[in-house]
């Protein structure tokens, strides 16, 4: 469905574009100096919506830092909260009692491995989103699989090995529906994931 939306989208800035002269001379008609002509944005490429402009350069700084793929962990948080304030400060969490801009269950905050120090406030963002970067790429180096740290961030690792030990290279797809629609819609937005192959 995702690329049905993306081709009418494509076919949609393709028409915008070829109308942007007769709407270029009716600007000039009705005004003195001509209006000029802004690019359309690449609707191909995933950004991070409004609400994340806060944390953009965090989250960029941390992933520089820990060799984080560009956008994965922007992609990833974006997966979790939807940068939603009201998720992000608390006030909605998670059926499972998952907080934060992160989504961070009380127990992996306060022991969660793989060289992470615990998370003290999931609900403050800014120290939330450094957490999240260390605790990914922790997950990376466990696995070295990008695609396989992101299920072991929402499913567990231990969960994400037992997988692999009994269903080798198709282990992603012995994963609950929600892990495998979390790998894939995430590695589907961040060009250096798309090649990997699961």
């Known amino acids: 469905m995702a690329g049905h939306i993306f081709k009418f989208l494509r076919v949609a800035v393709e028409l915008l574009n070829a109308a942007r002269p007769y709407f270029?001379?009716?600007?000039?008609?009705?005004?003195?100096?001509?209006?000029?002509?802004?690019?359309?944005?690449?609707?191909?490429?995933?950004?991070?919506?409004?609400?994340?402009?806060?944390?953009?350069?965090?989250?960029?700084?941390?992933?520089?830092?820990?060799?984080?793929?560009?956008?994965?962990?922007?992609?990833?948080?974006?997966?979790?909260?939807?940068?939603?304030?009201?998720?992000?400060?608390?006030?909605?969490?998670?059926?499972?009692?998952?907080?934060?801009?992160?989504?961070?269950m009380p127990l992996t905050a306060s022991s969660p491995g793989y060289g992470t120090p615990p998370l003290k406030n999931p609900l403050d963002p800014f120290e939330a989103i450094p957490w999240a970067g260390s605790y990914l790429a922790g997950l990376y180096k466990s696995s070295g699989d990008w695609k396989k740290a992101l299920a072991a961030y929402n499913y567990g690792m231990g969960n994400v090995n037992r997988a692999i030990k009994s269903n080798g290279e198709k282990w992603l797809q012995r994963m609950p529906t929600e892990t495998r629609n979390y790998v894939t819609e995430i590695a589907r937005d961040v060009p250096r994931l798309q090649k990997a192959s699961v």
């Open 24 to 104: 270029e001379r009716l600007s000039r008609k009705k005004a003195p100096a001509p209006v000029a002509a802004q690019p359309v944005t690449d609707l191909t490429r995933w950004q991070p919506p409004e609400s994340a402009r806060p944390y953009v350069a965090l989250i960029s700084t941390v992933e520089r830092q820990h060799g984080i793929p560009h956008n994965l962990l922007a992609r990833l948080l974006y997966q979790e909260s939807r940068y939603r304030p009201d998720i992000i400060d608390g006030r909605v969490k998670s059926r499972v009692g998952a907080a934060g801009i992160a989504q961070v």
